[in-house]
Nanobody
Framework: VQLQASGGGLVQAGDSLRLSCAAS????????MGWFRQAPGKEREFVAR????????YYGDSVRGRFTISRGNTKNTVYLQMSSLKPEDTAVYYC??????????????????WGQGTLVTVSS
């Protein structure tokens, strides 16, 4: 299974940006897909996740109300719509997925597959 993240770039504070992540693998069926981010010198932190069957979403405190995670029409594709971006949102954003049922989906150990990351830079 391979995850391909895209959509990162350089934006100004207050702007919006949409990240995409596509999971490949003919037999892979995601139970949950999520986004994490890692800023320079910091731990990788949870951003958002979505369950595939019911579309249940959950967000990290720092992005709740500004970011929206959604499923694409193509199977195993997930998006992260980011609005009202702040300089502190600057990070490499990673998508992740697992086909296993998990409890919350906000912990790194709950995911089996990771994308390569896409850099988001927000200037002030």
């Amino acid at each position: 299974v391979q995850l391909q993240a895209s959509g990162g770039g350089l934006v100004q504070a207050g702007d919006s940006l949409r990240l995409s992540c596509a999971a490949s693998g003919s037999t892979f069926r995601a139970y949950i897909m999520g986004w994490f981010r890692q800023a320079p010198g910091k731990e990788r932190e949870f951003v958002a996740r979505i369950t595939w069957s019911g579309g249940d979403t959950y967000y990290g405190d720092s992005v709740r109300g500004r970011f929206t995670i959604s499923r694409g029409n193509t199977k195993n594709t997930v998006y992260l719509q980011m609005s009202s971006l702040k300089p502190e949102d600057t990070a490499v954003y990673y998508c992740a997925a697992t086909s296993r049922p998990v409890l919350y989906g906000d912990q790194k150990y709950e995911y089996d597959y990771w994308g390569q990351g896409t850099l988001v830079t927000v200037s002030s």
